[in-house]
């Protein structure tokens, strides 16, 4: 959502913080510019300005310093959970939690990204029970999970790996079938590279296609041991056992054209209607789940 710059009035005292972690002092709005860009001119009330005023952006004031006790602890847990987290940002288990998280839906959880790389975020944590079933309060036992002001559930990294490890025996099938066709898509890009549309189109080398791929190759096998053993092996024998359909119907459809060739219409149809699916949809849908 995008930043709505506050609306204030002369003579109120607002919490200005000059930049992300620096502590809010006491101000005091002196006037309100009509210019633009926005600007607020303000009075530094805390002894040590000696009465100092400056033009600032208005998006530098965060609270009435009436509420700035309860902002400013939750600025200090969300910090906390920031720092407990930041350091899993692009790496293969940052990657391979994000898929996890894809496949229950984007919408549900989420795993923060760029400053809150790896914080947990559940936007609606009775709807996420309500999907997978997940129990709510074991998410809060860490000691600096917390629930935001509004309902958000945030919790650290160590919360974050832990549920994603617990869903995703759960959506194996998507996360594998997900797993095989990005495999599949990064060995094509291996050996013809990969182009790039739009209003700038640009081309990527096989060369640096084959190391991107090399780089997923650690978050594929983290995914593919959070869903088990069992699932992986159950999801090779599905490929199998899809490619096998595949092969059968082709193998039927010839022999349905050698039949009408041969003037045997009659049972050429009447196997075309046993066959059902034609071996086109079998083959779209057999390269839908490879791309």
């Not at 959502?1 to 919490?15: N, S």
């Not at 620096?22 to 607020?40: C, F």
């Not at 602890?73 to 790496?91: F, G, I, K, L, P």
């Not at 009659?266 to 390269?287: M, Y």
Request: net charge negative.
């Amino acid at each position: 959502m995008p930043y709505k710059a506050p609306t204030v009035q002369i003579g109120e005292e607002w919490a200005y913080r000059e930049k992300a972690r620096t502590p809010a002092v006491r101000i005091e709005i002196v006037r309100v510019g009509t210019a633009r860009p926005r600007r607020v001119r303000v009075r530094f009330l805390d002894e040590e300005f000696e009465g100092r005023e400056e033009w600032i952006p208005p998006n530098r004031l965060k609270v009435p310093w009436s509420d700035v006790t309860g902002w400013q602890a939750r600025e200090c847990r969300w910090e906390a959970v920031r720092d407990a987290s930041s350091h899993v940002a692009d790496t293969p288990e940052y990657w391979a939690v994000s898929a996890v998280f894809e496949a229950v839906g984007d919408d549900l959880l989420g795993d923060g990204y760029g400053a809150i790389a790896g914080v947990l975020i559940i936007p609606d944590p009775d709807a996420l029970v309500a999907k997978v079933g997940v129990e709510r309060d074991p998410l809060l036992d860490h000691p600096l999970a917390f629930v935001d002001d509004d309902g958000t559930l945030v919790a650290p990294w160590a919360v974050t790996l832990s549920l994603a490890q617990q869903l995703a025996p759960r959506f194996a099938e998507q996360i594998l079938d997900d797993v095989v066709r990005s495999e599949a898509r990064q060995a094509q890009e291996a050996i013809y590279g990969k182009d790039y549309g739009g209003r700038n189109p640009w081309y990527v080398s096989p060369e640096i296609c084959a190391e991107t791929a090399q780089k997923w190759q650690p978050s594929y096998a983290l995914l593919r041991e959070w869903c088990g053993a069992a699932a992986a092996d159950r999801h090779e024998e599905l490929l199998a056992l899809r490619a096998e359909i595949l092969r059968v119907g082709q193998v039927a459809e010839r022999a349905i054209r050698e039949l009408a060739a041969a003037g045997r219409d009659r049972v050429a149809k009447e196997l075309e209607r046993e066959l059902g699916v034609p071996v086109e949809t079998l083959r779209a849908s057999q390269e839908q789940r490879r791309f």
